[in-house]
């Protein structure tokens, strides 16, 4: 059964663009031209992932990820107008799993789209080791599951590869080109920075006190390691 994908933009001639080569693809492709219905497709149709327009009339569309995350993990792809650094933060501080700049190849998009669903499925299969635990955490790789204090933690599909690298071993450094290459695959696009922001994101998910964490510790300089684990 083909993985299905949720277009939400306002342009006509970019919905048919993106739609079309999308289903060139393989995929089966729904889409909206407004924040409010992107919404109720998204939640009442079973969907494998959003390509979302940042500019959308109405509710626009970091409203539509905000309210999204409330309920759903959603993976989600921006599409921005606009190049600017501040978007894509807020974009990735408030969910986003990865961003494309208009305008766009269509190539670049179907890659984007490809490495997403790859990095998702990935996260709910089941690895060597099902389950660690890392003090108050309980990462458990076969439920695709994080816990705190045996309290459930909602994570992105990004957030939880890039925890799950870092957890398989425990007092490494990783760099974020090692990050960016194990999570997000050799043919990412973006700005490795971006990987600073998934970390923040994980910091204020994990840790008792973010601005102070003592679980994924940066190694100034060089990049950032998870504190060792008892293993299970």
Do not use: W
Not at 36 to 62: T, Y
Not at 95 to 118: C, H, M, N, Q
Not at 184 to 194: A, H, I, S
Not at 206 to 221: A, F, Q
Request: net charge negative; proline share 6%.
């Amino acid at each position: 059964m083909p993985e299905r994908i949720l277009v939400v933009d306002d342009e006509p001639s970019i919905c048919e663009l993106v739609a079309y080569n999308l289903r060139r693809a393989g995929f089966e492709v729904l889409t909206a031209d407004n924040g409010e219905d992107g919404l109720r497709i998204a939640r009442e149709e079973a969907i494998d992932l959003l390509i979302l327009d940042v500019m959308l009339p109405g509710i626009d569309g970091f409203e539509v990820l905000r309210t999204l995350r409330r309920h759903s993990e959603l993976p989600v792809l921006l599409l921005t107008a606009r190049g600017e650094e501040i978007d894509r933060v807020v974009g990735f501080e408030i969910g986003a799993d990865d961003y494309v700049t208009k305008p766009f190849s269509p190539r670049e998009l179907t890659g984007r789209v490809k490495a997403i669903l790859r990095r998702a499925r990935k996260g709910a299969e089941p690895q060597d080791q099902d389950t660690l635990i890392l003090g108050p955490l309980t990462i458990d790789f076969a439920r695709y599951e994080v816990l705190r204090d045996g309290q459930p933690v909602d994570l992105t599909p990004t957030e939880f590869q890039i925890l799950g690298v870092l957890a398989r071993s425990p007092g490494r450094v990783f760099t974020r080109d090692e990050l960016v290459d194990r999570v997000m695959g050799p043919n990412f696009y973006g700005d490795v920075r971006t990987v600073d922001v998934h970390i923040r994101h994980l910091r204020a998910k994990l840790e008792e006190n973010p601005s102070e964490p003592r679980l994924i510790e940066t190694v100034r300089g060089v990049g950032y390691r998870l504190a060792g684990p008892r293993r299970r």
